[in-house]
């Protein structure tokens, strides 16, 4: 039901920025959270931010607490990830997925994007 297609990313130094974009596509986005997902080689999948498509309850790990914010734009379909102070750590894969607000799991979600690739390096 939901179409994610994530862009955005690419080579930045320490302490740079970038921002992600997440277009969504798809019926009954009411009943969907948002999300971003990063995996760096060799290390588990890690649930960075949370949003939902109507409500503006928002989740962040502490990991990006202070540095990433996530939001959204409902009129354009598109979630957003500002990305401040990136460090060498966060450099992975970054996932947009979507969850259903009533059931599933961010281990395993149903809807994901292709990947964007973030590189944080000197």
């Known amino acids: 039901q939901v179409q994610l297609a994530e862009s955005g990313g690419g080579l930045v130094q320490p302490g740079g920025s970038l921002r992600l974009s997440c277009a969504v596509s798809g019926r009954f986005l009411d009943a969907y959270r948002l999300g971003w997902i990063r995996q760096a080689p060799g290390k588990d999948r890690e649930l960075l931010a949370t949003i939902g498509w109507v409500s503006n309850n928002i989740y962040y790990a502490d990991s990006v607490k202070g540095r990433f914010t996530i939001s959204r734009d409902n009129a354009k379909n598109t979630v957003y990830l500002q990305m401040n102070s990136l460090k060498t750590e966060d450099t992975a894969v970054y996932y947009c997925?979507?969850?259903?607000?009533?059931?599933?799991?961010?281990?395993?979600?149903?809807?994901w994007g292709q990947g964007t690739q973030v590189t944080v390096s000197s």
């Open positions: 997925a979507a969850k259903p607000n009533l059931g599933g799991t961010w281990v395993r979600p149903d809807y």
